[in-house]
């Protein structure tokens, strides 16, 4: 592999002025045919759940309706035009017009309005909420793929031994039961078996009253409402990058360039951050790069059990309403994201891996 | 071959089974939910009847996991609880690696416009975050039926194994046996099923159990939030009404909750670890010592 790249790489000076132009140029054609790819896959994902969403059987209006002529003893002529009114959208339009319209809008950054909050912006909601999930996830995946990098490179170096026997257990079993059970016995034990936490108090993403800023009071405050969040996502995920990165460092110490790097009389210390744990850890940051697309999408279930005001209970409240607009709009971001996330990884696998990188690509 | 081996000699496969302690201990456990699941409730009646001086009675001789919030025996919902969970779980895992062996061996072995036609779908379908996506669905659709949530289970599960069933078929292709089964004249259908299948066997048979778990996870998670109005009796459906009914937050209702907790995290955990002796006795070059 070493030889390929070294024989590669030589004859490139010779002609670099004209070779490095057009290698240049093929390298952003590549990155710009992924970026096209990727504004493909959004544009289909947003036409796909559009219609699905449109044409499915219940439809926000008939429940509205159906609403105002139950409770309000409206006849169906006038509930349907006061439903119309509110709801801002036209009923008889076809959908392909519908359509139309919506991607109109979409191109101008507008994800329209909430048809059961009046009149609120889509974009509006969706920056209020969103910034809660970002904040909770995103804590919880950094802390849990340092950490489970480092546990199982530890569990890796000292394989067989009782430590590792009980990591590589623990490991397996947190990672296999489902995150909303490892949530909901942390209510049960902690709140009210143990009695340890204050479970109703930390409901919620802040207490209320509390200036959003970088003031202390604010910062311990919204620890203090995502501890629990963070704790299961924290809990149910380490697993998996430990034993992730358990097997991937059990298959770089068993390479030549360690054992060279050994008989080199490296220090143990560099061997191991140098050679081993950056090679074994590159597989890991592609998963990386890929959960953060996921940490938008992953939450539902933890918010729900937790009552935390993150994207996931936006997107349930606004499956109970039937609020088309809201619905659709968050899928929106959590595909933009997957997608964003992917590309992400991609890139950033060439850049930390040089064998990947398109050669001349630097 | 493992196969059929297993058939004609079941003390081979039980040794082979027994020879990762880990693998095996899961797969007990799994056979005990089956049989819980499905021989259990001829045996253990469902108790219906609401006994109001015996709401949440902590475990006794008499009600061994407790009593619910209407003074019903905890275990014997548990029991009948399993039924619902298991189909669905098998429906949607066997599905989700039909549809991916078939379409992965399809793009792989026609290769061109097929190929990326299903690799184009594949991607799509990856792209859409399962969780919130099923969340949508079950708003609108309203699943009734199991059999009706293991199909959309199942066809929204296929696209990752696809893609590595197709990697690997693309690289069996190339091996010398199925050369030889090419050079002989022996015909796709021969190929895929004889010659290319076999050699996957401990994957697929992996992936089918790992589809299966998060089969478990999405449904009961969809059930919990109440967006599946599966009635009777569901380990979903108790960890729901005890979350609905306050049973999470009365300090006496402890055994009733981990009646349904513990008997959906010891599957999951038992189909994971059963996974490891799966591996071995599919996969000679595994077995150490046999």
Aim: charged letters at 15%; hydrophobic letters at 50%; aromatic letters at 10%.
């Amino acid at each position: 592999m070493a030889t390929t790249i070294a024989e590669a790489r030589t004859p490139a000076p010779a002609g670099r002025a004209s070779m490095g132009g057009l290698l240049k140029k093929a390298v952003r054609n590549y990155v710009l045919r992924r970026f096209i790819v990727a504004f493909i896959k959004v544009l289909i994902v947003i036409t796909l759940t559009f219609f699905l969403i449109r044409l499915m059987p219940t439809n926000p209006v008939e429940v509205y309706i159906n609403e105002l002529i139950t409770q309000y003893g409206m006849s169906a002529d006038e509930a349907r035009n006061q439903a119309a009114a509110l709801l801002s959208i036209d009923l008889d339009a076809p959908l392909s017009q519908q359509y139309i319209q919506y991607m109109k809008e979409l191109v101008q950054g507008n994800l329209g309005t909430s048809f059961r909050s009046k009149g609120t912006p889509v974009n509006a909601m969706i920056a209020q909420f969103l910034p809660w999930t970002l904040f909770s996830v995103g804590v919880s995946l950094l802390v849990s793929f340092a950490l489970g990098m480092l546990l199982g490179m530890w569990s890796a170096y000292r394989r067989e031994s009782v430590g590792d026997h009980v990591v590589t257990t623990l490991s397996s079993i947190f990672s296999s039961i489902p995150n909303y059970l490892v949530g909901i016995m942390l209510v049960v034990l902690l709140g009210v078996q143990w009695k340890l936490l204050p479970i109703t108090q930390m409901r919620g993403s802040m207490s209320p009253g509390m200036t959003p800023g970088f003031t202390f009071e604010f910062i311990k405050d919204i620890f203090f409402h995502a501890a629990l969040p963070i704790s299961t996502y924290i809990l149910t995920t380490i697993g998996g990058w430990t034993l992730a990165m358990k097997s991937s460092t059990i298959a770089t110490l068993g390479e030549d360039y360690v054992t060279v790097a050994k008989a080199r009389g490296l220090t143990e210390g560099r061997i191991m951050t140098g050679y081993v744990g950056r090679n074994a850890s590159l597989p890991l940051f592609t998963s990386l790069a890929i959960s953060i697309g996921f940490i938008v999408g992953g939450s539902t279930l933890i918010e729900f059990i937790f009552v935390y005001q993150g994207i996931g209970q936006l997107l349930l409240n606004s499956i109970t309403s039937r609020d088309y607009p809201v619905m659709q709009g968050i899928f929106l971001i959590i595909t933009f994201a997957v997608i964003l996330a992917n590309l992400l990884a991609e890139f950033l696998y060439s850049r930390l891996d040089p064998r990947v990188r398109v050669a001349g690509g630097q | 071959m493992a196969a059929r081996i297993a058939w004609h000699n079941l003390k081979t496969t039980l040794r082979l089974l027994s020879h990762n302690k880990v693998g095996f201990v899961g797969f007990l456990f799994v056979i005990f939910f089956i049989l819980l699941s499905f021989v259990g409730p001829y045996f253990v009646p469902l108790d219906r009847t609401t006994k109001l001086d015996e709401i949440y009675a902590p475990i006794s001789w008499q009600h061994l996991l407790g009593t619910d919030f209407s003074g019903r025996d905890v275990l014997s919902h548990v029991v009948h609880g399993g039924r619902d969970v298991l189909t669905v779980a098998f429906l949607a895992g066997a599905i989700s690696t039909i549809i991916a062996v078939l379409m992965g061996s399809l793009s792989a072995l026609i290769g061109g416009k097929v190929d990326s036609g299903i690799m184009g779908l594949a991607d799509v379908i990856l792209t859409i975050p399962q969780f919130p996506l099923l969340i949508v669905l079950a708003g609108l659709l309203r699943f009734n039926s199991p059999i009706l949530l293991a199909f959309i289970l199942g066809l929204l599960s296929w696209p990752s194994l696809s893609r590595a069933i197709r990697a690997q078929v693309l690289s069996l292709r190339e091996r010398d046996f199925v050369e030889a089964a090419r050079a002989l004249d022996l015909g796709t259908g021969h190929i895929i099923l004889r010659e290319i299948m076999p050699n996957m066997a401990s994957y697929l048979a992996v992936s089918l159990i790992f589809a299966m778990t998060a089969a478990v996870y999405a449904q009961v998670g969809l059930v919990f939030l109440g967006l599946v109005p599966l009635s009777g009796s569901n380990w979903g459906v108790m960890l729901q009404l005890a979350w609905t009914k306050g049973a999470i937050f009365y300090p006496k209702a402890l055994p009733y909750i981990l009646g349904p907790v513990m008997a959906i995290a010891l599957f999951q955990l038992s189909l994971v670890f059963a996974t490891r002796s799966l591996e071995e006795m599919f996969n000679p070059r595994l077995r150490t010592g046999v």
